[in-house]
């Protein structure tokens, strides 16, 4: 390495080293967060996480509620689906690779590799079975491979819809099948130019003609250009019949998660904002998507609020930006996402469980957790309760990272981690009520402080 | 009788070399950023962080190269001393142009521009300065300078 590249790397460490800190917080969650001025140092700060094993710890869940690791050795963990009879379908595998277009790309992409696994793309679904219920998933198979980065994972009948990094595709299913019988067929190509945001999140409308398939932008603000950014940032409404698709909801820079609210049938999803103008800036959020709705990104972020950083600019568009509901906090990376039913317990019966992948580019880190986001009479109500903590510990390091989240009608969370290549069940404590309807009070051991 | 100028304060050809390759790589730097400025085409962008990168590769051997010089001389040449200078501001604001061509679209400006701007200037400048010192009649250098 040249003089000049060392010279210039020192430098960087140097100021990296001198970013920590920061003042105090200001309220990031909820309906209405405070949004500071945007801010952007020399160097935007970098903090990735330090992976280390997870050894005898375990994650933290409130008291009463059990952890257990129901699979391990995973080949990168994404997304789960609980299936009609239990079994647990696990999406595996690393997408992207988009190219390094500055000298930026090329440090920090270094720099972010170390917080993630290193274990290879599994491009594959795996199976976990706990056939007789008690909590050890003793089979495990794997139900199809050679997939392309699967992540979004949807069942509507006998139909298996799995979102590929580049198209969505279905296998047919039948309750108890251990491996699909047949070679995946194509719904409908996905955007995949660059990929820069390779995640397609996935939900099924109620009555399963419609998939929704989110699709992240190809840039954080841009930068690479406004071309590459077509088909992008947005959650497209796809006919399960036919594969044709129409822009559901637009704006939304990388529609992580999604899912269908019980009850109400309505879409909602959680969306990674973009970075670099600040600690604070810009919340991930929670929403319910309208159809036909704008949220801002590039132009605008939280509503109306613009982002000089986009050339050109499009006051129109900013006009019709829409305020996402629930902010989650700045950068905590919002990967999973699902909607409780009592099974989960009193305090954890109506809401939704947000897996926070965490940042790495923010000082003092945020997100590393499960978030629980109570709901009243269908919509966010209060801040948010930590469900499952633990997976950064007080040490610095980092054993785990939570992605998607899946509420199992048996009264468990299903937990998917990406960086210890886990599955995580949390079950809910003995005597809460199992399948019952909502109302009905689950009597020991769901008093917490 | 004219006076023979002083080979020991003649620059050395490789130093002036390097020297002289950062100014058309930062002058690129600062074109490709003003065509960005008219067209918001990013690629224009990217090709002057790249540029602005080799150019801060041949800034970091010149500085080098300066400093050594300085020292030869004990920091007491005056031109050695404004050459480092110049090579020294070029490194700093080379490298806050870098940064700053880190920042994402359109939040690499204005900054990115009016720091290529100077740091531009800064190479000419510093170029002109080295390259017009006095030169070593051919038959008076000695080995030892031209190795220097």
């Not at chain 1, 909602?268 to 600040?278: L, P, S």
Request: hydrophobic fraction near 45%; proline fraction near 9%; charge should be positive.
């Amino acid at each position: 390495m040249s003089r000049a590249g060392l010279l210039s790397l020192a430098a960087a460490a140097a100021l990296l080293a001198g970013c920590g800190g920061g003042g105090g917080e200001p309220q990031m969650y909820g309906p209405d967060p405070q949004l500071p001025e945007p801010q952007r140092g020399l160097l935007p700060d970098m903090q990735v996480a330090d992976p280390a094993p997870w050894g005898e710890a375990r994650p933290a869940a409130p008291q009463g509620y059990t952890v257990t690791a129901i699979a391990t050795g995973l080949r990168i963990p994404r997304q789960t689906l609980v299936l009609p009879n239990g079994d647990i379908l696990v999406a595996e595998g690393r997408g992207g690779g988009a190219p390094a277009l500055r000298p930026k790309d090329v440090i920090a992409n270094v720099i972010k590799a170390r917080g993630t696994t290193s274990v290879e793309s599994g491009d594959r679904l795996t199976l976990l079975r706990d056939a007789d219920g008690d909590g050890t998933y003793e089979g495990r198979s794997v139900f199809a491979e050679d997939l392309n980065a699967p992540y979004g994972l949807a069942l509507v009948g006998g139909q298996l819809y799995v979102a590929n990094q580049d198209a969505l595709v279905r296998f047919s299913y039948t309750v108890g099948q251990t491996r699909a019988d047949a070679p995946p067929v194509k719904v409908a190509g996905l955007p995949s130019y660059i990929n820069h945001h390779w995640t397609k999140a996935l939900a099924a409308s109620p009555d399963g003609r419609f998939l929704y398939v989110g699709i992240g932008s190809n840039s954080n603000i841009t930068e690479r250009g406004m071309p590459a950014e077509a088909d992008r940032a947005m959650i497209w409404e796809v006919d399960a019949a036919t594969g044709a698709h129409r822009p559901y909801a637009t704006g939304l820079r990388n529609p992580t998660a999604l899912a269908i609210q019980p009850g109400t049938g309505q879409l909602w999803a959680v969306v990674n904002e973009r970075d670099e103008i600040g600690p604070n800036l810009v919340p991930d959020y929670l929403t319910f998507v309208r159809d036909g709705g704008f949220y801002g990104w590039p132009y605008s972020y939280w509503g109306r609020n613009v982002d000089p950083r986009v050339r050109p600019q499009d006051p129109g568009k900013v006009a019709s930006a829409i305020r996402p509901d629930y902010a989650l906090g700045a950068h905590v990376a919002a990967l999973g996402l699902s909607f409780s039913s009592p099974a989960m317990g009193p305090r954890f019966a109506e809401g939704a469980f947000v897996g926070e992948h965490g940042s790495w580019n923010r000082s003092p880190p945020s997100g590393y957790k499960v978030v629980f986001v109570p709901f009243r009479n269908g919509r966010p109500a209060g801040p948010p309760v930590d469900f499952l903590t633990g997976f950064r510990g007080e040490d610095g390091k980092t054993r785990g990272r939570p992605v998607g989240v899946t509420v199992d009608p048996r009264g468990a969370l299903i937990v998917a981690d990406d960086l210890s290549n886990t599955v995580w069940r949390v079950t809910a404590p003995r005597g809460a009520p199992s399948g019952l309807p909502s109302g009905v009070a689950a009597p020991a051991g769901a008093g917490r402080p | 009788m004219v006076a023979v100028p002083d080979p020991s304060r003649a620059a050395s050809p490789l130093h002036a070399m390097l020297l002289a390759w950062t100014f058309p790589l930062y002058l690129g730097g600062l074109v490709a950023d003003i065509a960005y400025a008219r067209t918001y085409e990013i690629q224009w962008l990217n090709f002057a962080a790249w540029l602005i990168a080799g150019a801060m590769v041949f800034t970091g051997l010149a500085l080098a190269w300066s400093l050594f010089e300085a020292f030869r001389r004990s920091f007491r040449d005056r031109r050695t001393l404004i050459v480092l200078l110049l090579v020294a501001a070029m490194f700093v604001v080379g490298l806050l142009a870098s940064f700053q061509h880190a920042r994402d679209a359109w939040g690499a400006m204005p900054g990115g521009l009016v720091l290529s701007l100077v740091v531009t200037l800064l190479s000419a400048a510093a170029a002109v300065v080295l390259i017009l010192a006095p030169r070593p009649t051919h038959h008076r250098a000695s080995r030892g300078e031209i190795r220097a």
